[in-house]
């Protein structure tokens, strides 16, 4: 592909105007089929950048960002290894950005990012990134990640506790209501269940919310939805104890648990 092309592509990505980064990406869609994974490479590596662009400061950047990751969920799994490479980068945008980038690339993600959890990614926060990853796959693949997330949500670092409890329940999206093996079902219920006591209350709140998924998407048996509405009525101080949670927040997904039970 001519040098001439790249350059012409990487003008409009650099851009200030709005109208120029999205042309860049409509250039980039119009060869992304037949492309080598070299010149993939390259043309990730340019839309990549974009991610670093904080879209409070730019909001006329936001179709365009979203446009880039529409974008990236269309290249083959080689770009795999380099967004998970760029899950290390130190800017959090960045990150979140490279995160749902991951999660547009479906099933062939799940792997690659279960193995980076356990062999490469020592920080408990580049952990959670992953976790955020795979929370955005939907694919009954994801089942291949539940382990994980049980670990991680037992976590001694909040910051993994809190992007685990949340995964869980984007993961019972995701699996087929009878597919969810009854150990590992029992175990996310159980963990769910231990993070209600948590101190943070956004790790609660989301404790009540995977719940509640739980239930919506046909993982709870009757028996066990009875048990989560005493649970969400006691965090809304609507039993006899009057002991409700004094966290908004979780009393609001409380309240929300309620219609799937």
């Not at 037992?154 to 699996?175: C, H, N, Q, V, Y």
Request: proline share 5%; charged share 25%; glycine share 6%.
């Amino acid at each position: 592909m001519q040098e001439e092309l790249y350059r012409s592509i990487g003008n409009l990505l650099a851009s200030a105007r709005a109208d120029d980064v999205e042309r860049g990406l409509e250039t980039i869609r119009a060869h992304i089929h037949g492309m080598t994974e070299e010149e993939g490479g390259r043309f990730l590596e340019m839309i990549l950048a974009l991610f670093y662009i904080d879209p409070l400061d730019r909001p006329d950047l936001v179709p365009a960002l979203e446009d880039a990751l529409a974008l990236i969920g269309g290249f083959d799994k080689w770009a795999i290894p380099i967004l998970i490479q760029n899950l290390e980068a130190s800017d959090v945008k960045a990150q979140m950005a490279m995160a749902q980038a991951l999660g547009r690339m479906g099933a062939d993600a799940v792997a690659p990012l279960v193995a980076e959890y356990h062999q490469a990614c020592p920080e408990a926060s580049c952990r959670a990134f992953i976790l955020y990853a795979l929370g955005k796959i939907k694919s009954p693949q994801i089942l291949d990640a539940l382990p994980v997330a049980l670990e991680a949500a037992a976590a001694p670092e909040a910051e993994l506790r809190d992007s685990a409890t949340r995964a869980l329940g984007k993961f019972a999206e995701s699996i087929p209501a009878g597919r969810l093996p009854a150990e590992l079902r029992e175990k996310a219920i159980a963990q769910l269940q231990a993070n209600l006591a948590d101190t943070s209350p956004a790790i609660r709140a989301k404790a009540v919310r995977s719940l509640g998924k739980l239930a919506k998407y046909g993982h709870l048996t009757h028996d066990e939805c009875t048990a989560l509405a005493e649970t969400c009525r006691h965090l809304l101080g609507e039993d006899d104890q009057f002991a409700w949670d004094r966290a908004y927040v979780v009393r609001k997904e409380a309240r929300e648990a309620l219609q799937y039970v």
